[in-house]
Nanobody, 120 residues
Framework: QVHLVESGGGLVQPGGSLRLSCAVS??????????MRWYRQAPGKEREMVAA????????NYADSVKGRFTISRDNAKNTVSLQMNSLNPEDTAVYYC???????????WGQGTQVTVSS
């Protein structure tokens, strides 16, 4: 069973930075085959995709709301994906979830989420 564990969330002041990490284990296929995404869900709102990094290469996609502030990266040797978040504002407050997508099988795997709170 594929297991994802997020870390790095917390409380930060507006304008500050946080770095989230997601470690993937238990997969029978190479981590590099997964497209990795970060989602977030704020109270009372639907879950939204924040950033993605495509399997097989380093192509990335971002939600318009985080472009230029967030950077997604992956380390295929360590089976990890990270999300560097800069210039945080209160609207970034949410639970952030890591998602692994095996495009060959169509399966999605989720982490348990990590809380990010931006407040003064």
């Amino acid at each position: 069973q594929v297991h994802l564990v997020e870390s790095g969330g917390g409380l930060v002041q507006p304008g500050g930075s946080l770095r989230l990490s997601c470690a993937v284990s238990g997969s029978s296929i190479s981590f590099s085959w997964y497209t990795m995404r970060w989602y977030r869900q704020a109270p009372g709102k639907e879950r939204e995709m924040v950033a993605a990094i495509i399997s097989g290469d380093t192509s990335t996609n971002y939600a318009d709301s985080v472009k230029g502030r967030f950077t997604i990266s992956r380390d295929n040797a360590k089976n990890t994906v990270s999300l560097q978040m800069n210039s945080l504002n209160p609207e970034d407050t949410a639970v952030y979830y890591c998602n692994a997508h095996n495009r060959a099988s169509g399966n999605h795997y989720w982490g348990q989420g990590t809380q990010v709170t931006v407040s003064s």
